[in-house]
């Protein structure tokens, strides 16, 4: 299992960093900007072969699993 934050949305705004800087901000007036969205994945076949039993309630909240 892993629970990580969405890479995609860091890129998405890195157009608004970009933005800033051509409109001549200092980089230490651009703000820092944390994770808001986490994904869940879940290896089934890492579980299976460890012997774990993943719960269903788990399983339903995850954003990935792998079969």
């Known amino acids: 299992m892993a629970y990580t934050s969405d ?3 860091p890129f998405r705004s890195a157009a608004g960093y970009v ?3 051509l409109r001549a901000t200092r980089v230490d007036q ?10 869940l ?4 076949v890492t579980a299976r072969s460890l012997g774990l039993e993943i719960p269903r309630e788990l ?7 792998v079969e």
């Open 30 to 39: 651009l703000p820092i900007q944390l994770p808001t969205t986490f994904d």
């Open 19 to 21: 933005d800033q800087l």
């Open 7 to 9: 890479f995609h949305v």
């Open 41 to 44: 994945h879940i290896n089934l």
């Open 59 to 65: 399983l339903v909240q995850a954003r990935r699993i």
